[in-house]
């Protein structure tokens, strides 16, 4: 299950979670101000560094106070940048993200990368092999991987892109969860 938001009422994301049998939970940050980033209007340099400086906020406290297995989609904001032709890069704050990187890593969860950014405007993972890097300079033991299927025919589109991606920023396993534990598969070629 994906809990996205669940820093905005941290009660309602203990019921689900308590109610419900899951194997695996990915966090995530898809609104700001209960509004979805789709429905944002990057109109502008200024806007753009507005919404991404609030979306940092957001994932810091979502990674710092949420129950979940896997931060998904990390540099989402850099889809509806990229469908305004504009151009985010976390990297660009790097104090920021390493904190964010780094409390994740300190908590044990997982990142995940989403492959979904290669077939729509950005183009490219999310996130990028440098954040990788980061992720495991800081710490990062486990990696997740979702093609955010939205169409049977996206399920696990570019997972060889992934599983190259991770290998380049020095990772040798996957976590894939049960109980809501990591099992590391190995994804070298030997």
């Known amino acids: 299950v994906e809990m996205g938001q669940g820093h905005r009422d941290r009660e309602w994301e203990k019921t689900i979670l308590d109610r419900f049998h899951f194997d695996f939970v990915i966090g995530s940050v898809h609104k700001m101000d209960n509004v979805d ?6 109109a502008d340099e ?10 940092l906020d957001y994932l810091w406290e979502l990674v710092d106070t949420c129950d979940f297995d896997s931060l998904g989609h ?3 904001v850099k889809r509806y940048a990229a469908n305004h032709g504009l151009k985010v890069d976390l990297m660009d704050y790097p104090d ?6 780094k409390r994740l ?7 995940e990368i989403n492959t979904s950014g290669i077939r729509q405007s950005p183009k490219e993972a999310l996130p990028s092999v440098a954040i990788l890097k ?16 939205h169409f049977a ?3 696990a589109a570019d997972f060889e892109t992934a ?8 990772f040798r396993h996957i976590a894939l969860y049960e109980d809501r534990k990591p099992i590391l598969v190995p994804i070298d070629e030997e």
């Open 163 to 170: 599983r190259q991606m991770a290998l380049e920023a020095g």
């Open 153 to 155: 025919k996206d399920v």
């Open 74 to 76: 990390i540099d989402l």
């Open 46 to 55: 200024e806007e753009k560094l507005r919404i991404t400086d609030q979306y």
């Open 105 to 111: 890593a300190e908590r044990g969860l997982a990142l």
């Open 37 to 42: 980033m789709g429905k944002m209007a990057f």
């Open 134 to 149: 980061m992720f495991k300079e800081v710490g990062g033991r486990y990696l997740t991987v979702g093609s955010d299927a």
């Open 96 to 101: 920021r993200l390493r904190a964010i990187l």
